[in-house]
């Protein structure tokens, strides 16, 4: 009763929430994606534990006040009271109070490739999680369930660590320069070629870090006079670009597709405020795969809602691009359309292609207009060549130019492990959230407590990975969050979510594989 499921296929739509007068042909195989809402029980449980720990943090702060309890925050000088104050105590309450008593399970500083296994460096806190000492030793071999890996690029051995090695060699770690001024290398229009040649547009753009490829370029394209209507659940990237535009933004609920066309047809009718002119250009933002709900945008019903209205669309493919699709070409790919129906293709090299920087990709002459308007390809250093050879191999790879099976193994080999893990978090009674072809897996915890608890745990047993609270999620919904890879194997993933059967396959080692047992659905209702 508590389910809320959603199902698309060729001829159906259904949801417990509303209805859709979608043509749902424009699905080719069916769309499956859950969201199981918060169990009363459980939400009651989780308020009350905030509202504990609420009333704490207020009880010591007033120790703090008279200091009877230490105080490890900044404060202000008793001889600057008269001045505008720095810090705002209540801004500081939850950092204070919340957040730094489970503050040992993020900033863990690692020490070799982040793949599929990586080393921690262990450390300890005498002061409650204010200060952190580094033991010297070293946790070895810690399945790394955290890192954007889709497709295990990150590595330091093979073909693209070599191609990195010899570009480095030949051009240096830094060119030192814009690309408008003289750090234009040849192998920055090689990369934005291949790149325009992967996505099947006419030309693209790299940038040297994703961020600034959202919040840089977005400006760009609107400003005035034009309005923006941004996912509720957008990446903060995509939020600050469209502040920094100085566009009027409209929201519209995750995914669905009713809120978004009500917005457009409002825009269209009363056109903008007080004056009703006609908007200047309406955008659309939204996500291939967002990350912190394991959800695909509905791109065919998008684009369809794109045309009716004569609105552009800009397609953030950050966590999609060589994630998703038989060709691993993002969410385009993966719905089998027309990459010239996205006005805007962005995305980023930091996930799949274990680089770093970013890309938007569409007609030559949207292109030309960036390369002289963008901030950030005008003012910013150009992307570091070894890093540019990272991309280009790899894509490479993906695309199958280097006469191997090697990209498509990976995309394969993501594709079962996905499926597989999602199967076994499923048949251990845990809530996931997310379409079932995502890489990204959000598994909930709920209670503000199970946040701090779950990822100590797994680090116990050899296992990497993020948990999540408020403010980053609703209060009711904190969640871990697991990132699969190709890189992962089969025993990498039953020794994350070990069942009966595993543990007696595994039954002829000293000890047992480690049981999750202990967080399961059922015991997070009994904790």
Request: charged residues 20%; contains cysteine; hydrophobic residues 35%.
């Amino acid at each position: 009763p508590h389910t809320r499921r959603s199902h698309v296929t060729a001829g159906l739509f259904l949801t417990s929430i509303s209805s859709s007068n979608y043509n749902c042909s424009l699905y080719k195989k069916p769309f499956l994606e859950y969201y199981e809402e918060t169990p009363l029980l459980v939400a009651v449980l989780t308020y009350m534990g905030y509202g504990i720990l609420t009333i704490f943090g207020y009880l010591r702060d007033f120790l703090r006040h008279w200091n009877i309890e230490k105080c490890h925050v900044a404060r202000e000088r008793e001889e600057q009271k008269d001045f505008v104050p720095l810090y705002q105590d209540f801004e500081n309450f939850y950092t204070r109070n919340l957040y730094m008593r489970i503050r040992d399970n993020w900033n863990r500083p690692i020490c070799s490739v982040p793949g599929a296994k990586m080393d921690v460096m262990e450390r300890v806190s005498h002061d409650y999680n204010w200060t952190f000492e580094h033991t010297g030793k070293v946790v070895k071999d810690v399945i790394n369930m955290g890192s954007y890996n889709y497709l295990g690029f990150a590595e330091n051995t093979g073909a693209c660590a070599d191609a990195a090695v010899e570009c480095t060699k030949k051009y240096g770690a830094g060119v030192s320069s814009t690309r408008s001024e003289i750090g234009n290398l040849d192998i920055h229009e090689e990369l934005e070629q291949l790149v325009a040649r992967f996505l099947g547009v006419e030309s693209s753009m790299a940038f040297g870090m994703g961020f600034a490829t959202n919040s840089m370029n977005i400006p760009a394209l609107t400003g005035k006079g034009c309005l923006i209507l941004s996912d509720e659940l957008n990446h903060a990237s995509l939020v600050l670009g469209a502040r920094l535009s100085g566009s009027t933004i409209r929201v519209f609920k995750h995914n669905n597709m009713q809120s978004l066309e009500k917005l457009l047809r409002d825009a269209i009718v009363n056109g903008q405020p007080r004056t009703h002119r006609p908007w200047k250009k309406i955008l659309i933002l939204v996500e291939g795969i967002y990350s912190m709900e394991g959800s695909i945008v509905r791109l065919p019903e998008v684009i369809a809602l794109k045309k009716r209205y004569k609105a552009y669309l800009y397609l953030d493919e950050a966590h999609s691009i060589g994630a998703l699709g038989p060709n691993g070409r993002g969410v385009v790919d993966y719905f089998g359309l027309d990459p010239k129906d996205v006005d805007i293709m962005m995305g980023t090299f930091t996930k799949s292609f274990g680089a770093a920087g970013g890309y938007i990709g569409g007609k030559k002459e949207l292109i030309d207009y960036l390369r002289w308007h963008s901030h950030s390809a005008l003012y910013a250093t150009s992307m570091s060549p070894p890093v540019a050879q990272q991309i280009i191999t790899s894509m490479k790879i993906i695309m199958g130019e280097d006469g191997t099976t090697l990209g498509a193994d990976r995309l394969s080999q993501l594709s079962e492990n996905t499926t597989y893990f999602r199967r076994k978090l499923h048949e251990m009674g845990f809530i996931l959230y997310g379409n079932d072809d995502s890489p990204v897996v959000p598994l909930m915890l709920y209670m503000p407590a199970k946040i701090g608890a779950f990822g100590r745990e797994m680090l116990k047993r050899n296992i990497g990975t993020v948990v999540v609270g408020f403010p980053a999620t609703p209060i009711i919904e904190s969640r871990a969050r697991f990132c699969v890879s190709a890189a992962h194997t089969r025993e990498m993933l039953d020794t994350v979510s070990p069942t009966e059967t595993d543990n007696l396959k595994y039954s002829r080692h000293e000890q047992p594989l480690p049981s999750l047992a202990w967080m399961s659905e059922e015991s997070l209702l009994q904790d």
